[in-house]
């Protein structure tokens, strides 16, 4: 089975895909790479990504292509570009976006939640490692030949698309949603939040952009 590699840009509702994979595809067809010692990283992915500092990050995604061939992996899932790996196969991939103000506020609430920062919203906002994160995440992959493109939005119709395009069975799910005392508690946005933070992210603005116009076009709207 060729493997679907799934571009997981943070808080863009791929938790809810992740989740579903696994309803589908059985735990050894599984691999993801995520962080150091997470529930979500797979055990190989986890002790080339993070426990071997001998090893370039060339040769890390060279043995995670590896690893995906020879045991017939059937779904890829990364915080990661699958761009980079080796095998891949931009006809075979697929990632979700979110607009931008939108999806920086569910990553700050988040590692709030996970006791990552104590830093205001403004402060985390402006850190340089903190901005163009769905960008970054996309990596060198190119949303022109990426096999399907979808937006947070209209979530259960690029589900619809996913299983239409490549035959699968993905369920539509729902996880991972904000707390209601994180939404009546945390920062909101109002139109001047909104328009800094675009400001101070013009590279996923632009992505988001063209992943609504690919978007838009695939479904013929």
């Known amino acids: ?83 980079y790996l080796p095998c891949y196969d931009p006809a075979r991939a697929f990632a979700l976006f979110r607009p931008v103000p939108d999806q920086i506020l569910s990553y700050y609430a988040f590692q709030k939640a996970q006791g990552r920062t104590a830093e205001s919203f403004e402060e985390f906002t402006e850190r340089p490692e903190n901005r163009n994160i769905q960008a970054r995440s996309f990596g060198i992959a190119d949303i022109e030949t990426v096999g399907v493109v979808g937006i947070l939005a209209d979530y259960d119709r690029f589900v619809a698309r996913l299983n239409e395009r490549f035959g699968t069975s993905f369920p539509v799910l729902h996880r991972n949603k904000r707390s209601i005392v994180s939404r009546l508690t945390g920062p909101s946005l109002d139109e001047a939040a909104r328009a800094r933070l675009e400001a101070l992210n013009p590279e996923d603005v632009e992505l988001y952009r063209r992943a609504e116009a690919r978007w838009r076009r695939d479904v013929g709207e």
């Open 1 to 83: 089975m060729a493997p679907l590699f799934f571009i997981h840009l943070p808080k863009t509702g791929g938790t809810s895909l992740r989740h579903a994979a696994a309803q589908v595809f059985p735990p050894d067809k599984l691999l993801m790479a995520y962080g150091r010692d997470a529930k979500t990283t797979s055990p190989f992915a986890n002790k080339i990504m993070h426990y071997s500092p001998e090893m370039p990050i060339e040769r890390k995604v060279v043995a995670l292509a590896e690893y995906i061939i020879e045991h017939d992996i059937a779904f890829f899932s990364s915080h990661m570009s699958a761009a």
